[in-house]
């Protein structure tokens, strides 16, 4: 914004704040105020310009300084400022308002989460620099400095060791960080901070955590189960995830249904290794009804899973007590007259049973 853009109009003050990429041209005007002689302080702030000062910017070299000890710096010359405190509180929230109308702002923020070991993760930070000119992007993990990019340098790329993080440069620009193979020391809290061209050398900033995840080499276990049950008899059975960070949820389910919340054992979770992989043990304890078997059967199983990167299960089938021989032999008695076709059918099912449960 240009000091055109400002007219004193003497009862007020009018700001017309210039088109911008993406919003259009609009003003509005500073009054009278009974409790903050608003019009005062402008008229202040405009007269305290360096007359040396050759620069069109209204709000050149203000924001950024520190209003409670001067008002202006211009080439390394401080010019006291004669107001209260409050006053230049003020002043300021008006520049601040003004320039933050105008000035560059992030438009958006990209940091992947989470992400599995050993992967590349992309970072993106897209912004709309507006009137202003780029002068640096710098990319921060959990406050320590890891990429900068200034458009000037030769060449514009720098990156800074930091452990847990490898920046793949080449493919690496203003917008665009990539982290190359990605390690359980990467996660943490990524910071951009985009900056314009001096004189007023306006900051943007905003952060996202990325969580990366190892996941395991192998699916969920079952064991402590029978290959047959009756009603009546207590199936007492454990669930084991493989080595994971961080651990693997676990849910039981019964015949395709969750399991009863009253059915599950405590999880446990167990910690191993320098990496502090987790291997959780959640485990299932009922009583069995009639309604745990489907066709003679009742299914066991346990999915684990990790955020939305990993999903495994492991299924085992249960036999329910089968009839013994005489007792089917006995029922065939009561089938269709003999010589049917339905006869024949039903007899030959009838004996496959039998042998199955012979075998």
């Given at each position: 914004m240009?000091?055109?853009?400002?007219?004193?109009?003497?009862?007020?003050i009018?700001?017309?704040?210039?088109?911008?990429?993406?919003?259009?041209?609009?003003?509005?005007?500073?009054?009278?105020?009974?409790?903050?002689d608003?019009?005062?302080?402008?008229r202040?702030?405009?007269?305290?310009?360096?007359?040396?000062?050759?620069?069109?910017?209204?709000?050149?070299?203000?924001?950024?300084?520190?209003?409670?000890?001067?008002?202006?710096?211009?080439?390394?010359?401080?010019?006291?400022?004669?107001?209260?405190?409050?006053?230049?509180f003020?002043?300021?929230?008006?520049?601040?308002?003004?320039?933050?109308?105008?000035?560059?702002?992030?438009?958006?923020?990209?940091?992947?989460?989470?992400?599995?070991?050993?992967?590349?993760?992309?970072?993106?930070?897209?912004f709309?620099?507006d009137?202003?000119?780029?002068?640096?992007?710098?990319?921060?993990?959990?406050?320590?400095?890891?990429?900068?990019?200034?458009?000037?340098?030769?060449?514009?790329?720098?990156?800074?060791?930091?452990?847990?993080?490898?920046?793949?440069?080449?493919?690496?620009?203003?917008?665009?960080?990539?982290?190359?193979?990605?390690?359980?020391?990467?996660?943490?809290?990524?910071?951009?901070?985009?900056?314009g061209?001096?004189?007023?050398?306006?900051?943007?900033t905003?952060?996202?955590?990325?969580?990366?995840?190892?996941?395991?080499?192998?699916?969920?276990?079952?064991?402590?189960?029978?290959?047959?049950?009756?009603v009546?008899?207590?199936?007492?059975?454990?669930?084991?995830s493989?080595?994971?960070?961080?651990?693997?949820?676990?849910?039981?389910?019964i015949?395709?249904?969750?399991?009863?919340?009253?059915?599950?054992?405590?999880?446990?979770?167990?910690?191993?290794?320098?990496?502090?992989?987790?291997?959780?043990?959640?485990?299932?304890?009922?009583?069995?009804?009639?309604?745990?078997?489907?066709?003679?059967?009742?299914?066991?199983?346990?999915?684990?899973?990790?955020?939305?990167?990993?999903?495994?299960?492991?299924?085992?089938?249960?036999?329910?007590?089968?009839?013994?021989?005489?007792?089917?032999?006995?029922?065939?008695?009561?089938?269709?007259?003999?010589?049917?076709?339905?006869?024949?059918?039903?007899?030959?099912?009838?004996?496959?049973?039998?042998?199955?449960?012979?075998?």
């Amino acid at each position: 914004m240009k000091r055109s853009d400002v007219r004193d109009m003497g009862e007020h003050i009018l700001v017309n704040i210039p088109a911008s990429k993406n919003d259009k041209p609009r003003s509005f005007m500073v009054i009278e105020d009974n409790e903050m002689d608003a019009l005062r302080l402008i008229r202040t702030y405009i007269s305290r310009r360096p007359l040396h000062e050759t620069n069109d910017r209204f709000f050149y070299a203000y924001v950024g300084v520190d209003v409670l000890d001067n008002l202006w710096v211009s080439n390394n010359e401080l010019v006291p400022c004669e107001i209260s405190y409050n006053e230049r509180f003020a002043l300021s929230a008006f520049a601040y308002f003004v320039c933050g109308a105008l000035s560059l702002h992030l438009v958006e923020l990209r940091i992947p989460s989470p992400v599995v070991r050993n992967q590349n993760a992309r970072l993106e930070c897209h912004f709309d620099l507006d009137d202003e000119t780029l002068y640096s992007v710098k990319w921060y993990k959990d406050g320590n400095e890891f990429y900068r990019y200034v458009p000037r340098d030769m060449p514009p790329a720098q990156v800074f060791p930091l452990p847990g993080v490898t920046v793949d440069i080449h493919n690496s620009s203003e917008n665009v960080v990539v982290l190359s193979s990605v390690q359980l020391s990467t996660s943490g809290v990524y910071r951009c901070e985009v900056s314009g061209e001096a004189p007023s050398f306006q900051t943007v900033t905003e952060h996202g955590e990325m969580m990366v995840v190892a996941l395991p080499e192998e699916g969920p276990r079952i064991s402590g189960g029978r290959p047959r049950y009756q009603v009546g008899d207590t199936v007492r059975v454990n669930c084991t995830s493989g080595r994971s960070k961080p651990a693997a949820n676990l849910k039981w389910m019964i015949n395709g249904e969750p399991a009863d919340p009253k059915f599950l054992k405590p999880q446990k979770k167990i910690i191993t290794g320098r990496e502090g992989l987790e291997t959780t043990i959640l485990g299932l304890e009922f009583v069995v009804r009639h309604k745990h078997f489907k066709r003679g059967d009742m299914k066991l199983k346990c999915v684990a899973s990790i955020e939305s990167v990993y999903s495994r299960s492991n299924e085992e089938s249960v036999e329910g007590e089968r009839p013994q021989r005489a007792s089917v032999l006995e029922s065939r008695g009561t089938v269709a007259p003999a010589g049917s076709r339905a006869d024949r059918v039903q007899g030959i099912a009838t004996t496959d049973r039998v042998e199955a449960n012979l075998k």
